[in-house]
């Protein structure tokens, strides 16, 4: 990435067009400013692979142009004896204004209850996991989600036919005070993502071993006879993919093999399901730690002694996004290339705004 | 498993003999019936790596004979304002009888809540997870737990000296109803165990690649080589055994490269710690699932989505494990080689019990 020219945008331009955006598509207000925000902290962490210009792809593809996300949706709270739990149908509301209000019902019933969950039906893709349980992880708590992805690209361990999404999980933790930053662990359960396979093929390059199958379901390099995705790590990938799928199961999703595929089964659910859950950290404390210290600096003393020891090639997971947000803040302003800029002008010519004059913004350093 | 020859134990005589050993040991008389009840359930649930000859070891190299269990100890409970939560201090107490314990508190909690969470401080070694996930699957529970493994033997992804433990994580769903046995996922993070090291080594094989790390850091298949272990899936296994690590931080764990190694140093504390979790399936269902079907008529819908459309080969997570006990059920007891036996016998005679005698046993069929 460093090495790339980029081009630093104000936040509030960045806003302002992808808010416009959304409001052109009929999201209101508050959904149109979720999603500004939610686009400006994923570029501002360096996520490219989520941010506005793909928010937006991803809504003409599979959102509210296709029956998948609806604006202006209600979310609906169903009625639940189990206090330190919600259960929401989110009626296919904008994925990003549904999971920042989740994760702000759950870290209430955190504070309360020391965890708190949130399970959401019929629900639209939330984009970026890693992003709400970091800025969890930032006020204080220990933050989890997971859904179910849009289209079942991956094959099951010993598998032939794709049933599987690529559903992610992201867990955050607290760890700013001891080490500058969250720790964010944020990934898909394949190997690499469909879009890598496309990169791959236009490069002209192999994929790595065990990313793939063909359309016999055995392994393949070749991004030019991929079928579909395989699980990392084998078995134990599959079982945290297939985790996703029995949570949304358990929540009300219905066959993964027709999720975001609007045509052709009746009767059946196409929606994804989010889960999130947030833990306090005062509610796992044994306040015994060694040498006196406190929660925070014993986390520090383990981290420390983790990546110690001659380890210092080691990153620590989340800290690419903090290196990222670091350049971000010396920029002052949200980093794009030439490519992206050039999209993002296309989406306000789209929305009658003025586009950006690349040459106005100063060279990101 | 099935070409291997197997001698048909009756739990009741296993359990005898397990019990007495713990006994012998100054556990008192809870603690030795959990012992030998949780290794009973292993056992017939096909876990050779977990059984009571594996246990009894274990307490040999870290347990009650070197300062990691203490016999008879009892669970502190620490105050806390959250309702959900419990924390507390096990004293070393036996794993098995302390996982127990916890698990049903996190039932009770669930149950009130929707969601509960048991952290444990000054834990030792409870042996396989997927046991008390399991258990609580069969009673209707999702349940979730991870704990420290006892020595850093797992070098951290790009790193070279190893810091973190094989860490296990165990998921168990309530599928039985759907499927007719709980989903269990229950793995180290390393792509292997150390044993497993030690058993290519005997048989003069190669490692898997991206197993194991030589004294440089390098990648070796060479078990002769070895220094330490690899995480699977390159940098996700290393955030999943890294999750174990920031939890047993918050709880009250201290530095990974001392677990388990009371010599040396001084004011940390050595002990791992256990974190359980289980939820209450009514407090995620949104009760709207297509076709009118059941929570556990979807989930048996969704499950056999993925395992159909040819992916006949694929095997559910946990499936294994109920042919095992399926198999312990037709022939009426818990299945022993003439190895085991054997061990099993070294225990009796320590304990002045009479030795089996092999021939009076069926064969497994």
Redesign the interface.
Known sequence: MMSEKFYVVPEAEHNAVVQAAYLKRGFNLEESQAAAKFSAYASWHGIRTHNAIKALHLDDHFGSKSNGCVPDAGIEK?E?K????Q???ANKKLGQATAYAAMEEAIAMAD??????V?V??AFHYLWGGGYVMDAAKRGY?AYTNCTAALAEV???????P??GTNPHS?G?P?TEAIGFP?V?D?ATSVVAMGRVQQFKREGQSLPPDAAVDADGKMTTDPNKVAALST?????????S??N?????????????IRCRWEGVE???HTPAF?F?V?????????????GRS?SE??K???E???????D?????GQIEANSAARSQKNQGLLFSSAEIEEFNAIAKECGLAVWDESSFPVAV
């Open positions: 169903r639940t189990f206090a330190a739990s259960i929401w149908n309360k209850y020391g965890i708190g969950q399970s039906d019929n220990i094959v099951p361990f010993m598998g032939k036919h049933t599987l867990w933790f760890t720790i662990i990934w990392f790590g084998r078995h134990k990938g599959y079982g945290l297939m985790i799928e029995i949570v949304a199961a358990l929540i009300g999703g219905s066959l993964p093999t009767n059946e659910k889960y859950q833990i306090h950290p005062d509610a796992m404390s044994g306040n015994q730690f060694a040498q929660q014993n986390l003393a383990v981290l002694d983790i990546v110690g020891h001659g380890n090639a080691c990153l620590l997971p």
